[in-house]
């Protein structure tokens, strides 16, 4: 199956940057629907002369093909010229060495959007943020909701949303990107857009435990309940509507990667629940799961702010303390007593 073409000439010069499974998912669908230019930056030279002979990301979607129009480089310069749109599908720990590159080649009038789900460590600020710490103070679009880059890439029906505070910069976005396969509402709560998208992964980490641990469908159930009552009590303190974390970047995404097969994020709680060491599960991985590195940021944020979060305290205890996920689960049920 493939995206209807168009027969008019392409409306937005599209700059994808990052060559991940997410990179490489958003610039088949964009260049699919036949009405953009895309370009697709890929950080390695070799792996980037790979996927432009073969057409294919071999490593990370195996036996999806870029269509033909898609140019492909390591090179920033020749990605990003005359871009109208750019769109960063690179992890939040990657994020500001790429921004480095992009500084001095990014044109002045392009819109940026990020697809990065995460909280910077060191400084615990969100994607939008790095991105205007190294590129200026411009509107920042974020993407978010349930959009695993296996099924995307394969046109299997996906809808996600596109903050900003700009709304008129998110609509832009919704009507670049939208096709017969890829839906995109508008919505002007930026920071609950990156805020759910990075809270929910680290939930995701925790429903994967339940699923290593077999604990059942009666555990994760409640695990991924009381996990959204702890995105929502965190974004409330962050002045952002809970109303955002009812739609597609919070409820939406929560349910895809609390799970699904596809998603990195409840592997990693999975095999830690099996009794696997972070340490083992990150050296058997391809790709990187953001809430292993958000599991850290939140619990920052959350000490600073005195936010209530239990379960994701215990996620951060499992990855970096040393708890085991039983030892956690039962803390978890011990807990005082309480209303709802």
Same mark, same amino acid.
């Given at each position: 199956m493939t995206e209807q073409q168009q027969t008019s000439s392409p409306s937005e010069t599209i700059a994808v940057m990052g060559g991940g499974a997410m990179g490489t998912a958003c610039a088949v669908i964009l260049?699919?629907?036949?009405?953009?230019?895309?370009? %697709?930056?890929?950080?390695? +030279?070799?792996? &980037?002369?790979?996927?432009?002979?073969?057409? #294919?990301?071999?490593?990370?979607?195996?036996?999806?093909?870029?269509?033909?129009?898609i140019h492909v480089s390591a090179d920033p310069r020749s990605v990003l010229q005359d871009a109208s749109i750019v769109l960063v599908c690179i992890p939040t720990r990657g994020i500001r060495s790429a921004g480095e590159l992009m500084a001095d080649v990014l044109p002045p009038d392009a819109l940026l959007v990020s697809a990065a789900k995460g909280i910077e460590v060191d400084t615990l600020i969100r994607p939008s943020e790095i991105l205007q710490? %190294?590129?200026?103070?411009? +509107?920042?679009? &974020?993407?978010?909701?349930?959009?695993?880059? #296996?099924?995307?890439?394969?046109?299997?029906?996906t809808s996600v949303v596109a903050g900003c505070s700009d709304v008129s910069q998110a609509e832009r976005v919704r009507d670049a990107f939208s096709g017969e396969s890829f839906r995109v509402y508008s919505n002007p709560d930026l920071v609950g857009v990156e805020l759910g998208g990075a809270l929910k992964n680290v939930i995701a980490i925790a429903s994967g435990i339940c699923d290593g641990l077999s604990l059942g469908d009666n555990a994760k159930a409640a695990l991924i309940t009381r996990g959204l009552a702890e995105m929502i009590r965190f974004c409330r303190l962050m002045s952002v509507s809970p109303e955002t974390l009812y739609g597609l970047a919070g409820i939406g995404d929560l349910i895809a990667t609390c799970g699904s097969r596809h998603s990195r994020n409840r592997h990693v709680g999975e095999l830690l629940g099996q009794g696997q060491s972070l340490e083992e599960?990150?050296?058997?991985?391809h790709a990187v799961a953001e809430g292993v590195f958000t599991a850290r940021s939140v619990h920052s944020l959350a000490q600073r702010h005195q936010i209530e979060m239990p379960?994701?305290?215990?996620?951060?205890?499992?990855?970096?303390?040393g708890r085991s996920p039983s030892d956690a689960t039962a803390d978890l049920m011990r807990r005082p007593l309480r209303g709802e």
């Open positions: 260049a699919g629907s036949g009405r953009h230019d895309v370009r %697709l930056w890929v950080r390695n +030279p070799t792996f &980037a002369n790979h996927i432009r002979e073969t057409r #294919e990301n071999s490593r990370l979607l195996p036996g999806v093909r870029l269509p033909e129009t710490e %190294l590129l200026g103070n411009r +509107p920042v679009v &974020a993407l978010g909701g349930p959009c695993h880059a #296996e099924e995307l890439a394969r046109y299997q029906p599960i990150q050296q058997s991985m379960i994701a305290e215990e996620v951060c205890n499992v990855l970096f303390n």
